[in-house]
């Protein structure tokens, strides 16, 4: 358990001037503040401000910061207000610790757009105040660290949450040991079995690793004795979600991996890291291809290192680092390398190269007002792996890995994707889809009177790009659908020898408008126009009961024929559901309806990739109504050993769950290594939930996955 004089010693550490009686009177308010309050585990709550604390000392930052790590919990949890925190501490500290709290308020348990709103928040908290999210990445650390006191289904969503944002939040921050350690954690919990059968095989090799990784060290070190060259060498074990993520790309099984440990060269300075590059390609031969200099072209986060692979003694791969001792404190420390607090200036994102990912995630905030095109262009910015490619005139440019000329044309401006028809990479022409390398020279070719494609959004891979593309595709087809729906409902009008001009003189339009919650005329003519609403819809505002026709009355009875019961639609009645082939929603999945002109309503899962392609002004708020207890078919598919009585063992489980087996295929590979895919009928997400969770249990099952559509 971390104490109090744990922090004053790491502090002082790399600090020796901080004021500690100002650290003292946070701690004292703090545990005053939580006195008699207690965690799930049992534990007094003050252990968790102390570890918070603790954290943001082996991030090396300032004594603001460690204050408001003692008392980031107070406003929230006690009643303590902003102002007494100023009033005792001053207002910087009083700003951070109600930025942290802005941003924990929002519980887990909670609808999708109501946690991008708090996605959004934590954005401009960042914008304001970098600290606040560095003090929110301690605090979920954690969590993460107590998690087996929460409910399975807790777990599982906190361990997604912070798998796909706070830990790539804590990469792009440059704070790598803290992203390997949420990683790690949060892959326990979501892949259990995974976890456990990569851990025991770390666990049983570690003696013959530890011996092959001095071995290696001392090559190396006798390698630069030879010519004079100070230096020091580390060997370390690779992390177990970095070797589960090498499995899954590579497609190999956990004793095909062998290069589990990973070699870091120290030096003085740059021009020796070359010259260590340069001795250890002469000793060990390197792999074509495997070469990376991030010394000349540093990540977007700044680091900086030289990345290799040889051949090493026995024949095996071996990955080695090689960098600075500077270099290396700044990959361990993160921003805090960067700080400019230190000499009592405010750290400004707008001046710092750091940060040009966040200002893209800035600007999409403030420009997305989807909230699920926002999130798809967060986590896009949060994923780096960059290249870097070169303008005609030999201006770099760094895309994310997968960049096509589309990508780099909006990169350069925006005019300029929008006109992109065509683009040379190095010479030759090559088609928009085209994937960029490292090296490529780019040149765009235009047309000024060409339009983007909405085709272009199936392999463009940019914030930027995806963002312009589709706010100039809305545009289009808003004012398209504007002339559309005017044009139907004035039809509609006629058959009833009604003026559309003396309605719209009238303001008849604005008030139907009003009623079907649109701000203006124009939003209502698009609704139409789109297909949200019909004409016979907005003649029904108008026409008086009494007034309408049987036949209208019979029409609209046709419409709104065939309704699923299972669904509730908000804001708009009688339209035929239908479920989405591409992920086969069940009751428990956050869905999302598209209206689809003439054919009704369409339920696709909120994330499902097909929707996000779709457009917005016809995507509807759709949830679960169930009156009825319906079966829906899922297909699971199960990897593990090849080993006898296993899809007995499966087949029990499923019986166990009363879940109807539909079809179930098996195969097995020459590794033996097996997997199956199974079609069983099931009522709901719990459901489905407590039979995956069963069967990861079962000895010899490393995955058990939800397969979607026909894939």
Same mark, same amino acid.
């Given at each position: 358990?971390?104490?109090?004089?744990?922090?004053?010693?790491?502090?002082?550490?790399?600090?020796?001037?901080?004021?500690?009686?100002?650290?003292?009177?946070?701690?004292?308010?703090?545990?005053?503040?939580?006195?008699?309050?207690? &965690?799930?585990?049992?534990?007094?709550?003050?252990?968790?401000?102390?570890?918070?604390?603790?954290?943001?000392?082996?991030?090396?930052?300032?004594?603001?910061?460690?204050?408001?790590?003692?008392?980031?919990?107070?406003?929230?949890?006690?009643?303590?207000?902003?102002?007494?925190? $100023?009033?005792?501490?001053?207002?910087?500290?009083?700003?951070? !610790?109600?930025?942290?709290?802005?941003?924990?308020?929002?519980?887990?348990?909670?609808?999708?757009?109501?946690?991008?709103?708090?996605?959004?928040?934590?954005?401009?908290?960042?914008?304001?105040?970098?600290?606040?999210?560095?003090?929110?990445?301690?605090?979920?650390?954690?969590?993460?660290?107590?998690?087996?006191?929460?409910?399975?289904?807790?777990?599982?969503?906190?361990?997604?949450?912070?798998?796909?944002?706070?830990?790539?939040?804590?990469?792009?921050?440059?704070? =790598?040991?803290?992203?390997?350690?949420?990683?790690?954690?949060?892959?326990?919990?979501?892949?259990?079995?995974?976890?456990?059968?990569?851990?025991?095989?770390?666990?049983?090799?570690?003696?013959?690793?530890?011996?092959?990784?001095?071995?290696?060290?001392?090559?190396?070190?006798?390698?630069?004795?030879?010519?004079?060259?100070?230096? $020091?060498?580390?060997? &370390?074990?690779?992390?177990?979600?970095?070797?589960?993520?090498?499995?899954?790309?590579?497609?190999?099984?956990?004793?095909?991996?062998?290069?589990?440990?990973?070699?870091?060269?120290?030096?003085?300075?740059?021009?020796?890291?070359?010259?260590?590059?340069?001795?250890?390609?002469?000793?060990?031969?390197?792999?074509?291809?495997?070469?990376?200099?991030?010394?000349?072209?540093?990540?977007?986060?700044?680091?900086?290192?030289?990345?290799?692979?040889?051949?090493?003694?026995?024949?095996?791969?071996?990955?080695?680092?090689?960098?600075?001792?500077?270099?290396?404190?700044?990959?361990?420390?993160?921003?805090?390398?960067?700080?400019?607090?230190?000499?009592?200036?405010?750290?400004?994102?707008?001046?710092?190269? !750091?940060?040009?990912?966040?200002?893209?995630?800035?600007?999409?905030?403030?420009?997305?007002?989807?909230?699920?095109?926002?999130?798809?262009?967060?986590?896009?910015?949060? @994923?780096?792996?960059?290249?870097?490619?070169?303008?005609?005139?030999?201006?770099?440019?760094?895309?994310?890995?997968?960049?096509?000329?589309?990508?780099?044309?909006?990169?350069?401006?925006?005019?300029?994707?929008?006109?992109?028809?065509?683009?040379?990479?190095?010479?030759?022409?090559?088609?928009?889809?085209?994937?960029?390398?490292?090296?490529?020279?780019?040149?765009?070719?235009?047309?000024?009177?060409?339009?983007?494609?909405?085709?272009?959004?199936?392999?463009?891979?940019?914030?930027?790009?995806?963002?312009?593309?589709?706010?100039?595709?809305?545009?289009?087809?808003?004012?398209?659908?504007?002339?559309?729906?005017?044009?139907?409902?004035?039809?509609?009008?006629?058959?009833?020898?009604?003026?559309?001009?003396?309605?719209?003189?009238?303001?008849? @339009?604005?008030?139907?408008?009003?009623?079907?919650?649109?701000?203006?005329?124009?939003?209502?003519?698009? #609704?139409?126009?789109?297909?949200?609403?019909?004409?016979?819809?907005?003649?029904?505002?108008?026409?008086?009961?009494?007034?309408?026709?049987?036949?209208?009355?019979?029409?609209?009875?046709?419409? &709104?024929?065939?309704?699923?019961?299972?669904?509730?639609?908000?804001?708009?009645? #009688?339209?035929?559901?239908?479920?989405?082939?591409?992920?086969?929603?069940?009751?428990?999945?956050?869905?999302?309806?598209?209206?689809?002109?003439?054919? #009704?309503?369409?339920?696709?899962?909120?994330?499902?990739?097909?929707?996000?392609?779709?457009?917005?002004?016809?995507?509807?708020?759709?949830?679960?109504?169930?009156?009825?207890?319906?079966?829906?078919?899922?297909?699971?598919?199960?990897?593990?050993?090849?080993?006898?009585?296993?899809?007995?063992?499966?087949?029990?489980?499923?019986?166990?769950?009363?879940?109807?087996?539909?079809?179930?295929?098996?195969?097995?590979?020459?590794?033996?290594?097996?997997?199956?895919?199974?079609?069983? =009928?099931?009522?709901?997400?719990?459901?489905?939930?407590?039979?995956?969770?069963?069967?990861?249990?079962?000895?010899?099952?490393?995955?058990?996955?939800?397969? &979607?559509?026909?894939?």
């Amino acid at each position: 358990m971390i104490r109090f004089n744990d922090i004053i010693e790491e502090v002082l550490k790399y600090n020796p001037q901080a004021d500690v009686e100002a650290l003292q009177k946070a701690y004292i308010f703090s545990a005053q503040a939580h006195k008699g309050q207690t &965690r799930l585990s049992g534990e007094p709550y003050l252990i968790h401000p102390l570890e918070v604390a603790y954290t943001l000392t082996k991030m090396n930052l300032d004594v603001p910061s460690v204050i408001s790590g003692f008392l980031h919990d107070t406003i929230e949890d006690s009643f303590v207000s902003k102002e007494e925190i $100023e009033s005792d501490f001053g207002k910087e500290i009083a700003e951070l !610790v109600d930025g942290v709290t802005k941003i924990s308020k929002i519980p887990l348990k909670t609808s999708e757009e109501t946690r991008v709103d708090n996605f959004r928040k934590m954005i401009l908290a960042m914008s304001k105040d970098i600290r606040v999210i560095l003090i929110k990445l301690a605090d979920r650390y954690h969590n993460m660290q107590t998690l087996n006191f929460m409910s399975p289904d807790k777990q599982i969503e906190i361990a997604r949450e912070t798998l796909e944002i706070y830990a790539p939040l804590a990469h792009r921050l440059g704070i =790598e040991w803290l992203k390997g350690e949420l990683e790690d954690i949060s892959f326990k919990y979501l892949n259990p079995a995974e976890y456990r059968m990569i851990s025991e095989k770390l666990a049983k090799t570690k003696k013959e690793r530890d011996s092959y990784i001095n071995e290696v060290k001392e090559l190396i070190k006798e390698k630069f004795q030879q010519f004079n060259l100070k230096m $020091e060498i580390r060997g &370390r074990a690779k992390r177990i979600y970095s070797i589960y993520r090498k499995m899954v790309q590579e497609e190999l099984n956990i004793d095909d991996i062998y290069d589990l440990t990973a070699f870091r060269v120290l030096v003085d300075n740059v021009k020796e890291c070359y010259l260590a590059l340069g001795i250890i390609h002469a000793f060990f031969k390197p792999i074509p291809g495997k070469f990376t200099d991030y010394i000349a072209l540093p990540k977007a986060n700044m680091y900086k290192s030289l990345h290799t692979k040889v051949i090493g003694p026995h024949g095996e791969k071996i990955e080695i680092q090689i960098r600075t001792h500077e270099m290396h404190r700044l990959a361990e420390e993160g921003i805090a390398a960067h700080w400019k607090y230190k000499e009592g200036k405010v750290f400004d994102p707008k001046e710092d190269k !750091v940060f040009a990912w966040l200002r893209r995630i800035i600007e999409s905030q403030q420009e997305l007002k989807d909230n699920r095109e926002f999130m798809e262009v967060f986590k896009i910015d949060l @994923f780096p792996d960059e290249i870097y490619v070169f303008t005609p005139r030999g201006d770099v440019k760094e895309l994310p890995k997968g960049a096509t000329p589309v990508d780099f044309a909006y990169a350069i401006h925006s005019d300029l994707g929008h006109r992109c028809i065509g683009a040379k990479v190095s010479g030759k022409l090559v088609p928009l889809r085209h994937k960029l390398r490292s090296g490529d020279v780019v040149d765009i070719q235009t047309h000024p009177n060409h339009k983007p494609s909405k085709d272009w959004l199936g392999f463009v891979v940019t914030s930027k790009a995806k963002t312009k593309i589709r706010q100039w595709i809305k545009t289009e087809q808003r004012e398209r659908s504007i002339e559309l729906g005017r044009a139907l409902i004035e039809k509609a009008l006629a058959r009833h020898d009604l003026s559309m001009s003396k309605m719209l003189k009238a303001g008849d @339009f604005l008030t139907i408008a009003k009623e079907f919650s649109f701000e203006t005329v124009d939003d209502l003519f698009a #609704g139409v126009g789109y297909g949200l609403y019909t004409p016979l819809h907005v003649l029904g505002k108008y026409i008086p009961e009494s007034d309408k026709p049987s036949k209208l009355q019979k029409i609209i009875s046709t419409i &709104r024929k065939g309704k699923d019961t299972t669904i509730k639609i908000e804001g708009v009645d #009688g339209l035929v559901v239908r479920f989405a082939k591409c992920c086969n929603p069940i009751p428990g999945d956050k869905i999302l309806g598209f209206i689809t002109r003439g054919r #009704g309503l369409t339920v696709h899962v909120a994330d499902c990739p097909n929707i996000h392609t779709y457009d917005d002004q016809r995507k509807v708020p759709v949830s679960w109504e169930l009156n009825k207890q319906y079966a829906y078919p899922v297909r699971l598919r199960i990897s593990g050993e090849d080993k006898k009585g296993l899809l007995s063992e499966i087949s029990a489980v499923m019986s166990a769950h009363k879940a109807n087996i539909l079809s179930a295929q098996a195969m097995t590979y020459p590794d033996k290594s097996a997997a199956s895919i199974y079609e069983i =009928e099931i009522g709901h997400m719990s459901q489905l939930q407590k039979i995956i969770k069963s069967l990861q249990k079962i000895k010899g099952i490393r995955s058990v996955e939800r397969m &979607r559509g026909n894939a």
